[in-house]
């Protein structure tokens, strides 16, 4: 194995990866089996599970596909980076970042006891803080390895209105957060197998990293801007289970003389415990600025409910809502079953829903 030094391996599926434990502070190859599947994410921290050679699948042979990164503790990635997604374990490259506010409830500052208002804001003052996201395009050979743990078109939008479908989603279009990205590098000058990669990303042997924006990247985001900015990120722990959420606006249809505002929201549930947990049912409350407040309850998310354990210990959805209002606010709780038959509420941090004022024109997917 040129270039690689596999002293442990991990199996997904009917593929292999492994990383060099040779040199704590120097450079490390990420191999693959024949080049293609998903990077476990036991494999970029702790391998859970030690395999010998006699477990190997036959005809498998380990591949270098590139080289580990320092990761940045300062500063943001380049349009152009590469990266394995350090929860999820998908290969990535990053098209460009995002300043969005972090409103963390675990670190909010606590007011004086109050009755919940409409909003769902609790007793939590929460003051937000600038965090980097990106926006990024996933390895399409990865995402039937990640489509359990974490969905794969979670990036939606709203349709023409001379379209026949009501959404449309472009696959393998991802927000990663800063701590999520685990840098590295690679020799091949198509390192992501995804049909917007060339389309977006130059290769320049001159440039660090050597994928620059083309121009058609910088105009699709010119273009998509509105629908794709993420602004508000919201985060709050209930035993040991971290929600996150993202809200986005998506546009304003008419129907039935009457205006319909949409947004989607992309939630990522994380175990922060060693204790197996399974989610069970939702419970939504859905406050409109029209005076409306709607409840939604039902069994597990998108049709799912995922176990959360050490080995998997994220889920990753996306969902819709659509109001009669310019805005409101959503929250509510999951919960979440024990393996002793147990049950525990988890909060879902309050959000609000907000519509862009200089709404423009509807947003363009794959089409120029």
């Known amino acids: 194995m040129a270039g690689c030094v596999a002293r442990r391996a991990l199996a997904v599926g009917s593929r292999w990866w492994s990383r060099s434990l040779t040199g704590a502070r120097g450079p490390r190859p990420l191999c693959a089996a024949g080049g293609a ?6 494999a970029t921290t702790t391998t859970r599970r ?9 005809g498998k042979v380990l591949e270098t596909v590139g080289v580990f ?3 940045k503790q300062n500063g943001k990635y380049e349009t152009g980076q590469l990266f394995l997604h350090s929860v999820f374990g998908y290969r990535g490259v990053v098209l460009f970042p995002w300043q969005a506010r972090l409103y963390d409830r675990d670190v909010a500052s606590v007011a004086p006891e109050k009755a919940e208002n409409p909003a769902g804001h609790g007793s939590k003052e929460v003051k937000g803080k600038t965090h980097t996201y990106y926006q990024v395009l996933i390895d399409a050979r990865d995402c039937p390895h990640i489509s359990q743990r974490s969905q794969t078109e979670a990036v939606t939008f709203l349709a023409n209105h001379d379209d026949s479908r009501a959404l449309y989603a472009i696959p393998g279009l991802d927000y990663v957060s800063h701590e999520d990205i685990l840098p590295y590098t690679s020799t091949d000058q198509v390192p992501i197998q995804h049909e917007l990669f060339e389309r977006f990303l130059l290769y320049d042997q001159t440039k660090a990293p050597p994928f620059v924006a083309r121009e058609t990247l910088r105009a699709w985001q010119e273009k998509n801007h509105p629908w794709l900015e993420l602004s508000d990120v919201h985060r709050e722990t209930t035993e040991n289970i971290r929600v996150t959420v993202i809200p986005f606006y998506m546009g304003m249809r008419e129907a039935q003389n009457s205006h319909v505002y949409w947004w989607r929201y992309c ?5 922060l415990d060693s204790d197996v947990v399974q989610l069970r049912e939702r419970h939504w409350r859905i406050f409109s600025l029209s005076g409306t407040l709607e409840t939604v309850r039902g069994r597990g998310v998108v049709g799912r409910e995922p176990v959360l354990s050490k ?8 969902s819709h809502v659509s109001l009669q209002a310019s805005s ?3 929250w509510g709780t999951f919960r979440f079953e024990r393996p002793d038959g147990s049950h525990f509420d988890v909060r879902i941090p309050p959000f609000s829903l907000e519509s862009n004022k200089d709404e423009k024109t509807p947003p363009s997917g794959l089409h120029w």
């Open 37 to 42: 599947g998903a990077f476990p994410p036991a």
């Open 50 to 58: 030690h395999l010998s050679s006699r477990n190997r699948p036959e």
């Open 69 to 71: 990164e320092v990761p």
């Open 267 to 271: 939630i990522r549930l994380e175990n």
């Open 311 to 318: 080995e998997q210990p994220a889920f990753q959805y996306s």
């Open 328 to 330: 409101g606010h959503m």
